[in-house]
């Protein structure tokens, strides 16, 4: 393990002893750890990150936005009976000195949060109602934050949504080629290329007014909402790097292309990859049970096409990253960004295929 987590849970206000500490979890930008302590009442764990300040420039900042959530989520808890804060919100525990993070003398920022016990994340959906669940509280989420009160919360990655600038820099990679990898590529790029005319489709309707700016989560992967070991219901939601001002379409897009495909985000064998309709019907219908009396005609008519222009993003960004030399996202294997985008284009592909039955299927339920 390249970090002593032992030095670094002792700048925490943590009661206990440290007993051990294991690598967690499947994201691709920070490092996560779950950490256990030994105390009277028997041992507790806690969640341990190294944000990555190479992608999150300011981690003060985004540790207030982050405090800043967590509180009001906290307060809109408060008042629904039988809830549990602990559970139901991420907790961020103060470092010694009382901050939310710490710096090591590396430069490292360090954070700690309660373990969300007896409640499992998933990299791919194993049922329809895991689907509804986890629509449901990723929905829930964005309805809690719509009132959230105070100056507009910090962009923590700035133009994170921006597709049209996510395809400059797509072109921008095609360009330098700095790898020599274009060539291996050219599918994937000529497929890119051919999509170009809809990257501006949400941003344009944001700049005319038609669709509002809200909170949101922006990065809505199924592995960032634990479901409850018991009940299956959305515990919480997690992952809060990325909350800012957004379009919920973005967060509802990257929810059909994480929940309603079967293969993994980087399956090898595109015959793996298939579009399934009943995930996508329960993935509306426990979105819309939590968003429907907020969300305005607009957002309703683009929930559809919102996963297809997102998995398209990701799609580019895989690509750029793997014709920059994979300098953003953690890869495990060689030609790892490739085999993202691969599968990220063959969703776009498929969804394209049921458009149709997807948008009978948004009609039916709005
Ligand atoms: P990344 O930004 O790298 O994706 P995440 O914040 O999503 O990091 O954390 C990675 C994984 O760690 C999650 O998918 C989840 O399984 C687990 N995790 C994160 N926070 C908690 C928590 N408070 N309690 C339990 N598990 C957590
Ligand atoms: C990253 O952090 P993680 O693994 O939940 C990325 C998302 C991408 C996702 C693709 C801050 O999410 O935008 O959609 O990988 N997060 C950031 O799997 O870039
Ligand atoms: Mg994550």
């Not at 700035?158 to 020599?180: G, M, S």
């Not at 691969?342 to 299927?361: G, K, P, S, T, W």
Request: proline content about 4%.
């Amino acid at each position: 393990m390249p970090h002593d987590l032992q030095a670094v849970s002792r700048q925490f206000q943590i009661a206990g002893k440290f007993t051990e500490a294991v690598p967690y979890g499947t994201g691709h930008i920070n490092d996560t750890y779950a950490v256990r302590f030994r105390t009277l009442g028997g041992t507790v764990r806690y969640i341990f990150q190294r944000v990555n300040h190479n992608i999150f420039r300011d981690v003060p900042r985004l540790m207030e936005n982050i405090g800043r959530v967590t509180a009001h989520v906290r307060g809109k808890l408060a008042g629904v009976p039988g809830s549990d804060p602990d559970r139901e919100t991420l907790t961020v525990i103060p470092s010694r000195d009382g901050a939310p993070f710490h710096r090591d003398p590396n430069g490292n920022f360090w954070r700690a949060y309660i373990f969300i016990e007896g409640a499992r994340t998933f990299d791919i959906v194993e049922s329809p109602a895991q689907a509804y669940e986890a629509a449901k509280a990723f929905g829930g989420f964005q309805k809690q934050l719509m009132d959230l009160s105070g100056p507009r919360l910090h962009e923590t990655i700035p133009d994170f949504h921006h597709t049209p600038k996510r395809f400059a820099k797509l072109e921008q990679a095609i360009a330098k080629d700095v790898k020599n990898r274009a060539a291996k590529v050219k599918r994937e790029i000529d497929f890119a290329l051919a999509h170009k005319a809809m990257t501006g489709t949400l941003i344009d309707l944001l700049a005319k007014g038609e669709l509002p700016e809200r909170v949101t989560h922006n990065d809505t992967k199924i592995n960032n909402v634990m479901l409850d070991d018991k009940t299956g219901r959305g515990v919480c939601v997690i992952d809060l790097d990325t909350v800012m001002p957004g379009l919920v379409l973005y967060d509802f897009g990257d929810q059909i292309r994480t929940t309603t495909f079967t293969g993994s985000e980087d399956e090898e064998d595109l015959g793996k990859v298939q579009f399934k309709l009943d995930l996508f019907e329960a993935l509306i219908r426990g979105y819309l049970d939590a968003a429907r009396d907020f969300l305005t005609p607009r957002e309703v008519e683009f929930l559809a096409f919102s996963g297809k222009l997102i998995t398209f993003e990701i799609g580019i960004r895989f690509l750029t990253d793997y014709l920059d030399g994979d300098v953003y996202f953690k890869t495990h294997k060689p030609d790892h960004n490739m085999y993202r985008s691969r599968v990220q284009f063959e969703r776009v592909r498929l969804i394209e295929e049921q458009d149709e039955a997807a948008a009978r299927i948004v009609a039916k339920y709005r």
